[in-house]
């Protein structure tokens, strides 16, 4: 079935580290890739998405790579902040006609000063 | 400016006692959904609605009602909650048409049955 897999968390990064956090999918067809962040206590917000193969999607300093051969979008920042502390979410929309999102079960990072 | 509105933020209900959860969007979406977070399970779809009229299942619907009389409306209606239905709920919207990819979220409400 379609799914995808985050690392578990939490990720404790002290201020100005690179930060990984990995992503790998598992779908027929070929979706959409997304990350959504999720600041405490707000909903979710889009933070980049690619749709086909070897693009990346890129924003506020965090960038990911739609890998179709390792199925995986990893995503990434080269220097991190207090304020990314959120829990961050990758999902895949299918293009069927649900339209829907298959999330995974959100990374957790603390950004320590 | 774009916006997926939710009402409540926040409640707290007892068992039995019916509710909804108010949705509404400003994009003229065809498409909606309504989906639920779990700790450990990130979010999973209950229903969406592809268009006035039109809804359909999603992959947790058990429990859960919802109506699209209008385009930019979508309530989740919770006949008999129960305490398993204590969650973070979050509607969604989508454009169908060329670069309507991007799927947009409310803030999200917090529903607690006791």
């Known amino acids: 079935g379609n799914s995808v897999t985050q690392m578990e968390g939490p990720v404790t990064l002290s201020e100005e580290a690179f930060l990984t956090i990995n992503c790998t999918y598992t779908?027929?067809?070929?979706?959409?890739l997304f990350w959504y962040v999720q600041y405490p206590g707000e909903g979710l917000q889009l933070l980049l998405k690619?749709?086909?193969?070897?693009d990346k999607g890129s924003n506020k300093g965090f960038e990911a790579t739609y890998r179709k051969e390792t199925t995986s979008f990893h995503l990434e920042k080269g220097s991190v902040q207090v304020s990314d502390s959120a829990v961050y979410f990758c999902?895949?929309?299918?293009?069927?006609?649900?339209?829907?999102?298959?999330f995974g079960s959100g990374t957790r990072l603390l950004v320590r000063p | 400016e774009a916006q997926v509105t939710q009402n409540p933020r926040y409640l707290i209900t007892v068992t039995g006692k019916k509710l909804t959860v108010t949705c509404s969007q400003n994009m003229n979406h065809e498409y909606m959904s309504w989906y639920r977070q779990d700790p450990g399970l990130g979010l999973r779809q209950i229903y969406y609605?592809?268009?006035?009229?039109?809804?359909d299942k999603g992959d947790v619907p058990e429990g859960y009602k919802v109506s699209r009389k209008e385009k930019r409306n979508f309530p989740l209606i919770l006949e008999s909650p129960s305490p398993n239905q204590t969650s973070l709920y979050f509607c969604?919207?989508?454009?169908?048409?060329?670069?309507?990819?991007?799927?947009?979220f409310g803030e999200g409400s917090w529903l607690t049955v006791v």
């Open positions: 690619a749709t086909k193969a070897d």
């Open positions: 969604a919207s989508r454009g169908l048409g060329a670069g309507g990819s991007t799927i947009y």
């Open positions: 609605s592809m268009n006035v009229e039109v809804t």
């Open positions: 999902a895949l929309s299918l293009m069927d006609s649900s339209y829907k999102l298959i």
């Open positions: 779908a027929t067809g070929y979706p959409s």
